[in-house]
């Protein structure tokens, strides 16, 4: 099981891509728009598709994820307190159990349930303000 940090933008987050593959010359990252989101319950705005949804750069071998965050996805996104933890695991279960334990006490954002990209996903805000987004990753 990993922790890693998940910083959100507004707007802009294929203009730091760039900027921070230019600074740390990882390999080139595999990046995911809203237009590629793919789930009969939701299908994004036009006015946002081609915003990232999903994208990853290695920081001196760490993994740094990245996403723009529109308005109304359940929180204000505020500059400087744009990231949360992520927490990426391949034991479900092990995952579904520390969701339960801090989602009693949390503001849930985003249920634990399967997705499009993960057999298991929540996101919460805990009781201390942090964000957490819980990954199951094979």
């Given amino acids: 099981m990993a922790t890693l940090c998940y910083v959100n933008f507004k707007g802009n987050a ?5 900027f921070y593959q230019s600074i740390f010359k990882g390999p080139n990252p595999e990046i995911m ?3 590629d989101f793919h789930d009969p319950n939701y299908q994004p705005p036009e006015h946002i598709k081609h915003l990232i949804i999903h994208a990853e750069i290695h920081v001196f071998g760490s993994r740094v994820m990245i996403s723009d965050t529109p308005d109304g996805f359940g929180y204000d996104l505020v500059q400087g307190s744009n990231f ?4 990426v695991s391949n034991d479900l279960s092990k995952l579904k159990e520390a969701w339960d334990l801090m989602a009693g006490e949390s503001k849930v954002i985003t249920d634990f349930q399967p997705s499009f990209f993960s057999e298991g996903y929540g996101y919460l805000m805990d009781r201390f303000g942090i964000y957490w987004q819980f990954i199951h990753e094979k």
Avoid: P, V
């Avoid at 294929?14 to 760039?18: C, K, V, Y």
């Avoid at 949360?84 to 927490?87: E, F, H, T």
């Fill in 84 to 87: 949360s933890l992520a927490i």
């Fill in 14 to 18: 294929r203009e730091a891509i760039q």
């Fill in 33 to 35: 728009t809203y237009a």
